[in-house]
């Protein structure tokens, strides 16, 4: 039987799933990865050789329990943003700044003078900024810039050229025009230290006979361009239709929706990706899961959960933040948490936050369908608000649309749909 391999290397672990060719989990395995190094306040780093060695050890597993099976293929998802400097054999020559590192200040001057207003690349925990800070760092102008999806796939067939469309937009591709802008050419960057840039899913190379042994698999699988881990995680919930939308119960409250046409609205944070011939557009408000747990514990939340009622709203006009500062679907720095007046009765202030954020979701499609998004049809819920079937009820109400807990919401999960793709397509 053929089998596909997706790799996820998330925040905390690397997780790897093989499907068959009805999509079919055939296998699984996971490991932990240590809490990145902070030297400083908002910096977190780490050294990639251990997202191999962790890496090894899962497609160990994953070979030793699909021994009678043939692997076709792989893909990789990755933190988007994660990036390192290295060699032009892979050899890194920097630890990797995580997604959420944010050190890279000293080069915000320079792109502010050169990037287009509300260029993803204007912050400092974007790639671009990142390679700008690490370049300081290095003695040679031989160096590629990889994000961690990058890195592993170049590790796995021994070609550190490529990267995929979703995980280069933050380091400054154009997704329209599917090339690197010209401005970039001002930055006075060495050949080869951007990557070649391919859509995802496209074959990149095959599995080389030194990552073979470290792994256990066959040599000559061929290995499939990947994504970020948001976008992987949409693939997964099997969104493929122009209007499906994913949203994202967890910490915060993440949108996101397929449309014919991409929109960028940086006043909104809202920005789009490329998924073959559609974009998911993508929304993120403060608002979520947070805001819940500063009030509640899970086993608090559980036990109100099965005593709220959906189809008789509190009628409280909340706007639940943790703290004052909005970006979508309202762009007000100083919008203020909304949390008064609070009843006594705590389930009804927890069902009061939950219409809250449902009314936060509701408002961010409508502003990304105002934006020249497409018309939503029906919405998967991922995360762990997910789970919380009342609370699906009350959402549906406001987005006057099917929600519907998807069957799949796996990051690596969508990134072997990737990998089965690039090489039946």
């Not at 207003?117 to 300081?136: I, N, Y």
């Not at 937009?169 to 060495?190: C, F, H, N, V």
């Not at 910490?251 to 809202?270: C, D, M, N, R």
């Not at 609370?391 to 998807?406: E, S, Y």
């Amino acid at each position: 039987m053929k089998i596909y391999i997706g790799i996820d290397l998330g925040t905390s672990g690397c997780r790897a799933v093989a499907i068959d060719e009805t999509a079919t989990i055939r296998a699984s395995a996971s490991r932990s990865l240590p809490k990145p190094e902070t030297p400083l306040q908002n910096q977190h780093q780490q050294d990639p050789e251990i997202w191999w060695q962790v890496l090894c050890e899962v497609l160990t597993e994953i070979a030793r329990v699909c021994s009678e099976e043939s692997p076709v293929a792989i893909a990789v998802d990755g933190t988007s943003s994660t990036l390192l400097l290295a060699d032009h054999q892979g050899n890194p020559l920097t630890p990797a700044l995580m997604y959420n590192d944010n050190r890279s200040h000293d080069a915000l001057p320079l792109l502010e003078g050169i990037a287009p207003d509300g260029s993803p690349v204007l912050s400092p925990s974007s790639s671009l900024a990142k390679l700008l800070h690490l370049r300081r760092k290095i003695a040679t102008d031989r160096y590629r810039a990889l994000h961690q999806a990058d890195w592993i796939v170049g590790r796995l067939c021994g070609d550190y050229r490529h990267s995929d469309e979703n995980n280069v937009l933050k380091m400054g591709y154009d997704p329209i025009s599917r090339a690197w802008p010209t401005w970039l050419a001002e930055l006075q960057l060495p050949d080869g230290a951007l990557p070649e840039v391919v859509p995802s899913a496209s074959p990149v190379g095959r599995l080389c006979r030194q990552a073979a042994e470290a792994t256990s698999l066959p040599p000559g699988i061929a290995i499939v361009a990947g994504t970020t881990d948001g976008n992987a995680a949409f693939l997964a919930t099997g969104a493929r239709d122009i209007g499906e939308a994913v949203t994202s119960l967890g910490s915060t409250l993440v949108v996101k929706i397929l449309s014919e046409e991409p929109v960028f609205a940086a006043e909104y944070g809202v920005y789009s990706h490329r998924l073959g011939a559609r974009w998911l557009v993508s929304g993120a408000s403060n608002s979520g899961g947070a805001v819940l747990a500063s009030f509640f514990s899970c086993d608090e939340m559980a036990r109100m959960t099965r005593d709220l009622q959906p189809q008789r709203a509190t009628g409280l006009d909340y706007y639940p933040l943790l703290a004052a500062g909005e970006r979508f679907p309202v762009n007000d720095p100083d919008y203020p948490p909304r949390l008064q007046p609070r009843p006594a009765n705590d389930r009804l202030f927890f069902q009061g936050m939950l219409e809250g954020i449902a009314n936060i979701e509701a408002e961010g499609y409508r502003l990304l369908q105002r934006l020249g998004a497409a018309r939503l049809k029906h919405v998967y819920s991922v995360g762990g608000g997910a789970k919380n079937e009342p609370w699906r009820q009350i959402r549906q109400q406001r987005l006057q649309v099917p929600v519907i807990p998807a069957a799949h919401h796996e990051a690596a999960y969508g990134t072997a749909l990737l990998a089965m793709h690039g090489v039946t397509e």
